[in-house]
């Protein structure tokens, strides 16, 4: 064999691992990918048989956990996390770490896509963060709610692995009040797993309200409605004890829903998102009274000085509340996934703190798409 | 003031359809003025507790007693009864 052939070029090998060529410069520097590297004459070439090697999952080493420091975050955007999804191939190869958020967007995209009866191609290998998605039960929802979507199974096959971050595995609930038993199980976790009393009283809250949203106004047929909970402890420093909350359906998603009711057809997909978190704003008519629920997970996030994650269609939003004067909404773009669904992160702290009421969150809200509305005009 | 004790229903009190199903059940025994107790219920969703707290409400004078209620429940019965417009009182056990 000539010398030539048993290398290949950037292009070759972004090619065959069916990524861009900068997201291969990426993961060059961030996975083992790096290793098969060489440089012959001023051109980086890799070992074409190690690549080889590397998309059957046989010489790819477990890469440590990046967690975050600093400023408490829901970690899963694109940049973070090096997701890399386009068209019918999802590579999971270069996935440092995933949060709640994170997997159910990601599980959520995978269905929608079979739904559609797209296929898509799963690239994983034996990562710690392909390790947790097997352990969370990401693949036993994909083999049996994502028929279109292909990955070899031996890959992660006899891996033992339990994340030290584990709280509660991706859970569906099907029908409204099967909610009240993960809360349940969710809340004996806390107590064994030495949070505060209270923790459960609010999570409990904000589950129940996003699942009984999510299996109301998803739009799909009662069979084919489907809502997913996921919840991890998340720490920081010694004094930062959390639990990052993903609840995720299959459904229409929020602007869709809301903009059903004539009262607010006529606003844009992100101005309906962020109307929705407003009191009283709901697809239901007014004579109901519904649209409380959203309000009320907002201002316990901004008692909690927590943040939450939002995401509908192609529209990522995220809610900062960690610095009370500084409080904010920001556009996540681009947004991690596009999926026709809705998909919920909630960054919980366990300390002692003082819920908003909800005038407090609609004031907020107010300001804030008074913000983007001029943002909008300008 | 009878007593009615909430974790007959569970210790976890989430979902508008399960409040209006409780509230269908608390409605056949229930002889006003009632005070709600909240001994064992670890979380309450604003859905639940709309369709509970303000029918019984309507039927003492829009007010409600409660006791033995948890921060996170109580934050949530205060929040009902504010867009309720129903006068909320924490009795201490």
Same mark, same amino acid.
């Given at each position: 064999?000539?010398?030539?052939? /048993?290398?290949?070029s950037?292009?070759e090998?972004?090619?065959?691992?069916?990524?861009?060529?900068?997201?291969?410069?990426?993961?060059?520097?961030?996975?083992?990918?790096?290793?098969?590297?060489?440089l012959i004459?001023k051109?980086v070439?890799?070992?074409?048989?190690?690549i080889?090697?590397?998309?059957?999952?046989k010489?790819? #080493?477990?890469?440590?956990w990046?967690?975050?420091t600093?400023?408490l #975050? @829901?970690?899963?955007?694109?940049?973070?996390?090096?997701?890399?999804?386009?068209?019918?191939?999802?590579?999971?190869?270069?996935?440092?770490?995933?949060?709640?958020?994170?997997?159910?967007?990601?599980l959520?995209?995978?269905i929608?896509?079979?739904r559609?009866?797209?296929?898509?191609?799963?690239?994983?290998?034996?990562?710690? $963060?392909? *390790? !947790?998605?097997r352990?969370v039960?990401?693949?036993n929802y994909?083999?049996?709610?994502?028929?279109?979507?292909?990955? &070899? !199974? *031996?890959?992660? #096959?006899?891996?033992?692995y339990?994340?030290?971050?584990?709280?509660l595995?991706?859970?569906i609930?099907r029908? !409204?009040?099967?909610?009240?038993?993960?809360?349940?199980?969710?809340?004996t976790l806390? @107590?064994?797993?030495g +949070?505060?009393? #209270?923790?459960g009283?609010?999570?409990?809250?904000?589950?129940?309200?996003?699942?009984?949203?999510s299996?109301?106004h998803?739009?799909?047929?009662?069979?084919?409605?489907m809502c997913?909970?996921? $919840?991890?402890? %998340?720490?920081?420093? /010694?004094?930062s004890?959390?639990?990052?909350?993903?609840v995720? =359906?299959?459904?229409?998603?929020?602007?869709?829903?809301l903009?059903?009711?004539?009262?607010?057809?006529?606003?844009?997909d992100?101005? $309906?998102?962020l109307?929705?978190?407003?009191?009283?704003?709901?697809?239901w008519?007014?004579?109901?009274?519904?649209? *409380?629920?959203?309000?009320d997970i907002?201002s316990?996030a901004?008692?909690n000085?927590?943040?939450v994650?939002?995401?509908?269609?192609?529209i =990522?939003f995220k809610?900062d509340?960690?610095?009370?004067?500084?409080?904010k909404?920001?556009? @996540? /773009?681009?947004?991690?996934?596009?999926?026709?669904?809705?998909? +919920?992160?909630f960054?919980?702290?366990?300390?002692? +703190?003082?819920?908003?009421?909800?005038?407090?969150?609609?004031?907020?809200l107010t300001?804030?798409?008074?913000? %983007?509305?001029?943002?909008?005009?300008e | 003031?009878?007593?009615l004790?909430? &974790?007959?229903?569970?210790?976890?009190?989430?979902?508008?359809?399960f409040? !209006?199903?409780?509230m269908e *059940?608390i409605?056949?025994n229930?002889e006003?003025?009632?005070?709600?107790?909240?001994?064992?219920?670890?979380s309450?969703g604003?859905?639940?507790?709309? /369709?509970?707290?303000?029918p019984?409400?309507?039927?003492q004078?829009?007010?409600?007693?409660?006791?033995?209620?948890?921060t $996170?429940?109580? =934050?949530?019965?205060?929040?009902?009864?504010?867009?309720g417009?129903i006068?909320i009182?924490r009795?201490?056990t």
């Amino acid at each position: 064999m000539s010398k030539e052939s /048993e290398y290949l070029s950037v292009t070759e090998v972004a090619k065959m691992l069916g990524i861009s060529i900068p997201t291969l410069r990426m993961m060059r520097k961030t996975t083992t990918l790096g290793k098969f590297e060489t440089l012959i004459g001023k051109r980086v070439k890799f070992s074409k048989k190690a690549i080889e090697e590397y998309l059957q999952g046989k010489n790819d #080493e477990v890469t440590s956990w990046v967690i975050p420091t600093g400023q408490l #975050e @829901i970690i899963s955007t694109k940049d973070t996390i090096n997701l890399e999804a386009k068209k019918n191939i999802v590579d999971l190869r270069g996935v440092h770490y995933i949060d709640p958020y994170g997997t159910l967007s990601l599980l959520v995209y995978l269905i929608s896509r079979s739904r559609e009866s797209k296929k898509t191609q799963l690239l994983i290998n034996t990562s710690e $963060a392909c *390790k !947790k998605l097997r352990h969370v039960g990401f693949f036993n929802y994909i083999d049996q709610f994502a028929p279109l979507v292909e990955y &070899n !199974k *031996k890959i992660l #096959e006899g891996e033992k692995y339990f994340p030290p971050d584990s709280l509660l595995s991706i859970t569906i609930l099907r029908r !409204k009040g099967e909610e009240r038993r993960v809360i349940e199980q969710l809340n004996t976790l806390f @107590i064994q797993q030495g +949070f505060s009393d #209270e923790i459960g009283g609010y999570i409990g809250w904000l589950i129940g309200e996003l699942a009984d949203n999510s299996l109301t106004h998803d739009g799909n047929l009662l069979k084919n409605k489907m809502c997913f909970i996921q $919840a991890q402890r %998340y720490s920081v420093g /010694e004094n930062s004890k959390c639990v990052v909350i993903g609840v995720a =359906d299959v459904g229409q998603g929020i602007h869709k829903s809301l903009k059903q009711n004539p009262k607010y057809s006529n606003l844009s997909d992100h101005m $309906a998102i962020l109307n929705a978190f407003k009191q009283n704003v709901s697809s239901w008519d007014d004579e109901y009274k519904r649209g *409380k629920g959203l309000t009320d997970i907002l201002s316990i996030a901004m008692g909690n000085k927590s943040l939450v994650r939002v995401s509908s269609g192609n529209i =990522d939003f995220k809610f900062d509340f960690q610095i009370t004067d500084k409080a904010k909404i920001t556009r @996540i /773009e681009p947004p991690l996934l596009d999926a026709q669904s809705t998909r +919920f992160g909630f960054l919980y702290i366990d300390h002692q +703190f003082n819920k908003n009421t909800r005038e407090e969150a609609d004031n907020f809200l107010t300001k804030e798409i008074n913000r %983007y509305e001029n943002i909008n005009d300008e | 003031m009878k007593i009615l004790m909430m &974790n007959k229903y569970g210790s976890v009190l989430t979902g508008r359809e399960f409040g !209006k199903d409780t509230m269908e *059940k608390i409605a056949r025994n229930i002889e006003y003025p009632v005070c709600l107790d909240f001994l064992g219920v670890n979380s309450l969703g604003s859905s639940f507790a709309d /369709e509970v707290i303000i029918p019984i409400a309507k039927n003492q004078q829009n007010k409600i007693t409660v006791q033995n209620v948890k921060t $996170a429940v109580w =934050d949530c019965l205060q929040d009902v009864a504010t867009d309720g417009g129903i006068e909320i009182d924490r009795s201490i056990t």
